[in-house]
Protein backbone atom coordinates (compact mmCIF):
# COMPACT_ATOMS: atom_id res chain seq x y z
CA UNK A 1 0.00 0.00 0.00
CA UNK A 2 3.02 1.96 0.60
CA UNK A 3 4.43 1.53 -2.53
CA UNK A 4 1.29 2.51 -4.60
CA UNK A 5 0.88 5.97 -2.41
CA UNK A 6 4.51 6.74 -3.18
CA UNK A 7 4.25 6.21 -7.06
CA UNK A 8 1.13 8.04 -6.95
CA UNK A 9 2.98 11.13 -4.90
CA UNK A 10 5.56 10.89 -7.38
CA UNK A 11 3.52 10.66 -10.56
CA UNK A 12 1.35 13.90 -9.17
CA UNK A 13 4.67 15.51 -8.46
CA UNK A 14 6.34 14.78 -11.90
CA UNK A 15 3.17 16.05 -13.61
CA UNK A 16 3.18 19.04 -12.20
CA UNK A 17 6.78 20.44 -12.98
CA UNK A 18 5.37 20.60 -16.21
CA UNK A 19 3.39 23.42 -15.92
CA UNK A 20 5.71 26.59 -16.14
CA UNK A 21 7.70 24.88 -18.62
CA UNK A 22 7.09 27.89 -20.93
CA UNK A 23 6.84 30.58 -18.39
CA UNK A 24 10.34 32.36 -19.33
CA UNK A 25 8.88 33.20 -22.83
CA UNK A 26 6.11 35.09 -21.35
CA UNK A 27 6.48 38.63 -22.27
CA UNK A 28 7.65 41.31 -24.66
CA UNK A 29 10.54 41.00 -26.73
CA UNK A 30 12.36 43.46 -29.33
CA UNK A 31 14.50 42.06 -32.45
CA UNK A 32 17.68 44.85 -33.33
CA UNK A 33 16.79 44.38 -37.14
CA UNK A 34 16.93 47.29 -39.69
CA UNK A 35 12.61 46.66 -39.59
CA UNK A 36 11.89 46.50 -35.71
CA UNK A 37 9.52 43.73 -35.06
CA UNK A 38 7.66 43.20 -31.48
CA UNK A 39 7.04 39.37 -30.20
CA UNK A 40 4.49 39.55 -27.39
CA UNK A 41 3.95 36.08 -25.76
CA UNK A 42 0.87 35.19 -23.61
CA UNK A 43 -0.04 32.17 -21.07
CA UNK A 44 -3.41 30.94 -22.60
CA UNK A 45 -5.54 27.48 -21.44
CA UNK A 46 -3.39 24.67 -23.00
CA UNK A 47 0.10 26.92 -24.03
CA UNK A 48 0.54 30.19 -25.31
CA UNK A 49 -0.56 32.57 -27.44
CA UNK A 50 2.80 34.50 -29.70
CA UNK A 51 2.19 38.17 -31.71
CA UNK A 52 4.97 38.78 -33.83
CA UNK A 53 3.87 42.47 -35.18
CA UNK A 54 6.39 44.42 -37.30
CA UNK A 55 6.44 47.56 -35.50
CA UNK A 56 6.14 49.89 -38.79
CA UNK A 57 3.20 48.02 -39.95
CA UNK A 58 0.49 50.43 -38.82
CA UNK A 59 -2.78 48.19 -40.53
CA UNK A 60 -1.78 44.71 -39.62
CA UNK A 61 -0.68 43.15 -42.51
CA UNK A 62 2.40 41.46 -41.54
CA UNK A 63 1.20 40.20 -38.26
CA UNK A 64 1.88 36.79 -37.18
CA UNK A 65 -0.10 34.97 -34.69
CA UNK A 66 -0.28 31.61 -33.44
CA UNK A 67 -0.78 29.05 -30.42
CA UNK A 68 2.13 27.36 -29.04
CA UNK A 69 2.89 24.58 -26.18
CA UNK A 70 5.95 23.96 -24.70
CA UNK A 71 8.19 20.97 -25.39
CA UNK A 72 10.70 22.23 -22.82
CA UNK A 73 12.04 24.83 -20.82
CA UNK A 74 13.63 26.36 -24.01
CA UNK A 75 11.13 25.28 -26.64
CA UNK A 76 7.81 26.40 -27.69
CA UNK A 77 6.63 24.44 -30.86
CA UNK A 78 3.42 24.69 -33.51
CA UNK A 79 1.21 22.00 -33.52
CA UNK A 80 2.82 18.95 -35.07
CA UNK A 81 5.81 19.64 -33.32
CA UNK A 82 7.33 22.32 -35.41
CA UNK A 83 9.92 24.80 -33.46
CA UNK A 84 8.90 28.17 -33.05
CA UNK A 85 10.67 29.88 -30.21
CA UNK A 86 13.67 29.03 -28.89
CA UNK A 87 15.29 30.58 -25.82
CA UNK A 88 18.70 30.78 -25.55
CA UNK A 89 21.48 30.12 -23.09
CA UNK A 90 22.38 34.12 -23.03
CA UNK A 91 18.36 34.82 -22.28
CA UNK A 92 17.48 35.79 -25.81
CA UNK A 93 14.58 34.27 -28.01
CA UNK A 94 15.24 32.99 -31.83
CA UNK A 95 12.20 32.99 -33.89
CA UNK A 96 11.22 30.81 -36.35
CA UNK A 97 7.63 32.20 -36.81
CA UNK A 98 8.54 34.27 -40.35
CA UNK A 99 10.50 32.65 -43.82
CA UNK A 100 13.71 33.81 -41.83
CA UNK A 101 14.72 33.09 -38.30
CA UNK A 102 15.32 36.46 -36.17
CA UNK A 103 16.81 36.63 -32.78
CA UNK A 104 14.87 38.95 -29.85
CA UNK A 105 15.54 40.14 -26.73
CA UNK A 106 13.18 40.58 -23.74
CA UNK A 107 12.08 44.29 -22.63
CA UNK A 108 9.70 43.14 -19.71
Given at each position: ?????????????????????????????????????????????????????IDKDTKGYMK???????????????????????????????????????????VN
Amino acid sequence: MKKIIFALLACAALAGCNKDEGAAFVGVWKNSDKLSETLTVTKIDGGYRALSQIDKDTKGYMKVETVLVAESKQLLVKDGGKRALELASDGTVTSFLRNKEDTFTKVN
